[in-house]
DNA sequence: TTGAAACCTTGACATTTATCAACGTTTTTC
DNA sequence: GAAAAACGTTGATAAATGTCAAGGTTTCAA
């Protein structure tokens, strides 16, 4: 399992760095099953995981027990909360397995361990967290500015994997509609 | 206007950094009028602003012509096109100041120059990445979960000052509803 | 200072989207 | 493999929100 994180930090840093070794043996594997939680909110997140194999989402649970999806996460991403997980201080969401998943896992000492010693690692951190925001401005972007038909378009040309891998019931709560109004607008896309 | 800086800079560290004045020095000051844009959508951006006094707004123009805010900045913050910044590649967003501003700002080449220099200058951007960041998902999460009501709900609770400080149209916008509804719904608030 | 422009509010109405219910289909679980 | 649960779709209807127009007010710029 640890041969795609040690593929996916060299083609990240566009070298392989020193210590590669050192930084992989800080992950441990771990297996879920469909629907496993990986962080409740309110839980202080102590990991940070790398997808292998299979999807997560990070969510938040509104007032009428519904889910609102904020981002999904695929194969060779990083998952966590990441300003509770820094902090140490309570998620404002939760993360779950969409499906099945193979993950690794590294703690948060052995995380801060990483950072201290390797130049290399802050960069690919640094690096993460700049996409991490700018996808978060995409979103942003497509829901204060389009209407329901817009975003399933626009997901359509910029995201197909989402509309194609997952369930229209999750794809509708990641838009911000209801199940019925995207059953009744994707024809129209 | 450069003690502004000095001081968020020392607060935000914690401590005094060693180099504080030669970082300082990488800046140079900047005023402009109400309504004065920064950055247009596909340029590239070549400044990281500091706002000392004023508001600067984040946008982007959508099909019928409206603009749509996603993030406002107040004194004491730090403004850029991120991604594009760090990549230099056209922007994704306009940048505009929403009042007459007193700005300092730093050239691509000497924000680079300054992290590769100092330590505490990567760390200090590290931490604006990460606040950042936490609100762009609180943005995503209240478009997501909430309903106009509760979303001027929440600004009224976590974020009075825009509701206080800016007029009802942009602050509708940031919202992502109309002025009417603005209006309609800000008395039940 | 003054005319022009932009803004805020309100009403009437149109459009979009949500909700509820029903039912056939698919998936999960034991 | 069979029962139960979750899902996807459709229709009817309700609720939320947008659009257009008008008029009073405030702000801006010459």
Redo the contacts between chains.
């Keep these: 399992m640890k041969d795609y994180l040690r593929q996916h930090i060299i083609s990240n840093l566009g070298k392989t760095p020193d210590n590669l070794d050192q930084v992989l043996a800080a992950f441990s594997e771990r297996k879920t099953k469909r629907n496993e939680l990986l962080l409740r909110e309110g839980d202080i997140c102590r990991h940070v995981f790398f997808i292998v194999k299979g999807c997560l989402q990070v969510f ?1 649970v ?2 009428n027990g ?1 889910e ?4 999904f996460f695929f194969e060779n991403n990083w998952t966590t909360d ?2 509770g997980f ?1 902090n140490q201080l309570p998620a ?2 939760s993360i779950k397995c969409v499906e099945p998943c193979q993950l690794l896992q590294i703690h948060y000492e052995q995380f801060q361990a990483m950072a201290n010693a390797f130049p290399e690692f ?1 960069e690919m ?2 690096h993460i ?6 996808n ?6 497509t ?4 209407n329901a038909l ?1 975003r399933i378009q626009w997901l359509n040309e910029n995201q197909p994997k989402i509309l194609t891998r997952l369930s229209s019931k999750i794809v509708a ?4 509609i209801s199940p019925e109004t995207f059953t009744r607008l994707k024809g129209k896309a």
Tied chains: 1, 2.
């Design positions: 938040v509104g007032k519904n609102s999806v904020r981002e990441i300003f820094q404002k969401e802050r951190y640094k967290l700049e996409v991490s925001y700018n978060a401005v995409y979103r942003v972007n829901l204060t500015a389009m817009e709560s990641y838009l911000g």
